[in-house]
C-alpha cells in the first residue's frame, strides 16, 4: 500500500494494471490475505516496472517473508 501511495497508484490502478480482482487486491493491500502466490508478486511488481527502486523494495521484502514472515516454510 505504502508504495503504490509513493507513486500515485490507487487500488484501481494496481487491479488494472496487475489484472487482479479488486476483492483479491484488497485483500493484499490490508493484509487479509498473508500469503501472496508467486504469480500474484509477479503481477503486482509489474505495476511498478517504471520503478526500479520501488520494485526492489518489493523484492527485498518478499525475500524477508519466506525467511521469516507468514510465507515461510516453518
Not at 493491500?29 to 511488481?45: C, K, L, P, W
Amino acid at each position: 500500500t505504502r508504495l503504490a501511495e509513493q507513486h500515485d497508484l490507487r487500488q484501481a490502478d494496481v487491479v488494472r494494471a496487475a489484472g487482479l480482482t479488486r476483492s483479491h487486491v484488497s485483500r493484499i493491500f490490508s493484509g487479509d490475505q498473508r500469503v501472496i502466490t508467486d504469480a500474484d508478486f509477479i503481477a503486482i511488481s509489474k505495476v511498478f516496472a517504471r520503478h526500479p527502486e520501488a520494485q526492489a523494495e518489493l523484492v527485498a521484502a518478499r525475500c524477508m517473508d519466506a525467511r521469516v514472515g507468514p510465507g515461510a516454510a516453518h
